[in-house]
């Protein structure tokens, strides 16, 4: 069978009562097959709870990954910011483990003062010393280093398929208004999103198949990133990529991280089904 691209929105959606074991269950009511827990601002959730979110997920046939704290930097030079790093990403890799999700997401880094190569090396560091932690407790989550919307920030493109190629257990994580917005890949119409994949395909074969990847519209000024916005503004253009995702038989996963959450996940899926 198939294989369709499963919409989720970033955190509990805006319907949905309750924390996020109710929200597997609303996801799937709404017609969602995918569920991003935001540990954005601390892995506060316990291990019962993190098996509960498993076996709801399991019922209800809905894929979780999830987002790790904002507050990490791989790239670090400081000893201390170095073992929060290490401690955030872990613990949010264990728990979305045990949530039965997949992947957690997490902004790689700032160069501050390195140069781009001592940036990589910096972070490809602290990435090995998270996986050998993982190995020791056996868990099972890739690590989804999500390609960043800033130009002071390491994660472009090019710097998260080569993370891949250099650690099998990061996979890439396409934010495609990040893209944008830092000037990585254009992402606005059919032929660059085509474009885009391909490229990342060459580099990783089956990425299409398995792709996890953030849209929501954007505000941008010539440093990147400013502000998420909803999908209705267009920037950038969600029809062209549905089409293109439908049209290749990708499947993998579109986190919506615009304000209006499960709204525009909704309506992207809507988009995609017209052409799947
Ligand atoms: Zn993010």
Redesign the pocket.
């Known amino acids: 069978m198939k294989q369709l691209v499963r919409f989720a929105s970033a955190g509990i959606p805006i319907q949905c009562k309750g924390g996020n074991l109710e929200a597997v269950e609303c996801s799937r009511k709404l017609g969602l097959g995918a569920f991003e827990i935001e540990f954005v601002r601390g892995v506060k959730m316990g291990e019962v709870k993190a098996r509960e979110i498993a076996a709801s997920a399991a019922k209800n046939d809905v894929l979780v990954s999830s987002?790790a704290p904002y507050y990490v930097n791989c790239c670090t030079q400081e000893k201390a910011k170095v073992a929060s790093t290490i401690r955030h990403i872990f613990s949010s890799a264990r728990i979305t483990g045990l949530c039965g999700g997949t992947i957690t997401?997490f902004?790689p880094g700032h160069y501050q003062k390195l140069g781009k190569e001592e940036a990589f090396q910096a972070a490809k560091k602290v990435l090995l010393v998270i996986n050998e932690k993982m190995d020791a407790a056996k868990v099972k989550c890739a690590l989804g280093a999500?390609t960043v919307g800033k130009k002071s920030a390491f994660g472009g493109l090019e710097e998260v398929v080569r993370l891949h190629e250099e650690l099998e257990f990061v996979w890439p994580v396409l934010?495609f208004s990040h893209l944008l917005a830092r000037g990585d890949f254009p992402c606005k119409t059919e032929g660059e999103y085509r474009k885009l994949f391909a490229a990342v395909e060459k580099r990783i074969p089956g990425y299409g198949k398995d792709f996890h990847s953030?849209f929501s519209s954007i505000e941008y000024t010539e440093r990147g990133e400013r502000n998420h916005l909803p999908i209705s503004a267009n920037v950038p253009p969600y029809k062209p990529l549905m089409k293109v995702l439908a049209e290749n038989g990708y499947s993998g996963r579109v986190v919506c991280e615009s304000p209006r959450l499960e709204y525009d996940a909704l309506l992207m899926q809507a988009e995609y089904l017209k052409h799947a």
Do not use: C
């Open positions: 987002h997401v902004h999500e934010d953030h």
